[in-house]
């Protein structure tokens, strides 16, 4: 798959996976995609547990963000995964909240 500059395409990885109960598989780019002009569309790629089935295929989105059309040859390393246990959160709803003031936006530490 030949992907000109500025061109976005998700294309098959050939992988199904079966993520383990209580945890979810973080897909991120490999380092040398930066050299290559690569990047991945979202970021970092979250997948579910519950996304196991026979048809549930990996898919890269890919976007060359390089002046240059980058063909990714069959079995190339673009991205790289990482299972990690997740949290389930207990969400409590409350009538107002602790008068506190955060700021926000690069004002930790100023």
Do not use: W
Request: glycine share 14%; proline share 5%; aromatic share 8%.
């Amino acid at each position: 798959m030949t992907l000109a500059p500025g061109e976005r395409r998700a294309f098959a990885t050939g992988l199904v996976v079966c993520v383990p109960d209580g945890h979810t598989l973080l897909l991120f780019p490999r380092s040398s995609n930066a050299k290559k002009g690569l990047q991945l569309g979202n970021g970092v790629g979250v997948i579910d547990q519950d996304y196991c089935g026979p048809n549930d295929q990996l898919y890269a989105y890919l976007y060359n963000i390089g002046s240059e059309p980058y063909t990714v040859l069959k079995g190339e390393r673009v991205m790289q995964g990482l299972i990690v246990p997740i949290a389930k959160a207990i969400f409590e709803e409350v009538a107002e909240l602790e008068a506190t003031n955060r700021g926000g936006f690069g004002t930790t530490g100023s």
